[in-house]
């Protein structure tokens, strides 16, 4: 129902590049396809929907600003419903885990740029690599073992000295709150009963993209703020 999103009638689609699972979302269309459905497998260039300006906000889209609205993504959680019902208890849970906050958006316009120097470089393309190479926010620790992105994106990982007890993980998140790169930790990173630890923050990185506002600077001290910690809180559930 397009009522129920600012992105009015949207698709998510599923797809898997160097060995990551990615997602692309396009948004505000004026109808579906006919005949397309949940699980249904789609070939590049086949027609899976119609641009329009659907939308639940006040203003609406005026027509001559019918748009696709599009994002290349990573899915935060596959376990988003039970967070949000264990966390957001007075929220409605409209999309389960396509709701907006769940997905994390790479910027599609700089994914494009790359494709396009590497093939005129005449080099290969690599999206996991591109995605690694993002320039870090914010570096932070969280002791979660069983660390469900790490599981779901081992290529994002760095395992080459893993510890024989992984107790958690060192996070390195880009702008936007993906973690670019993941390093297992043992028990001696962790002191104290903290869930998780702001270690380090790039002032140069946040200047230049501020929007998501994950950490701001207290004093002489950076912090995660309540975004940061409700977005950390969903990766590590």
Known sequence: KPGLSNYGNYIVMQHQVDGLRVYTLYAHLRAIASGLSVGQAKKSGEIIATMGRTANTRQGISRERAHLHFEICLLANSNFSAWHKKSLSDQRDNHGQWNGQ??????????????????????????????????????????????????????????????????????SLDPNGVPIRSKPRDASAFSGKEPFKLLHVDPGVYKQFPCRKLVFKKGQQWVLTAKGITHIKLLAY
């Open 102 to 171: 769940n997905l994390m958006g790479i910027d599609p316009w700089n994914v494009f740029l790359a494709q396009h120097e590497a093939k005129a470089k005449r080099q290969p393309f690599s999206l996991r690599q591109f995605i690694s190479g993002q320039p870090v926010l914010c570096r932070v620790l969280v002791k979660s073992p069983n660390f469900q992105w790490a599981k779901r994106h081992p290529d994002l990982v760095d395992s080459m000295e893993a510890p024989r007890t992984i107790v958690g993980y060192e996070i």
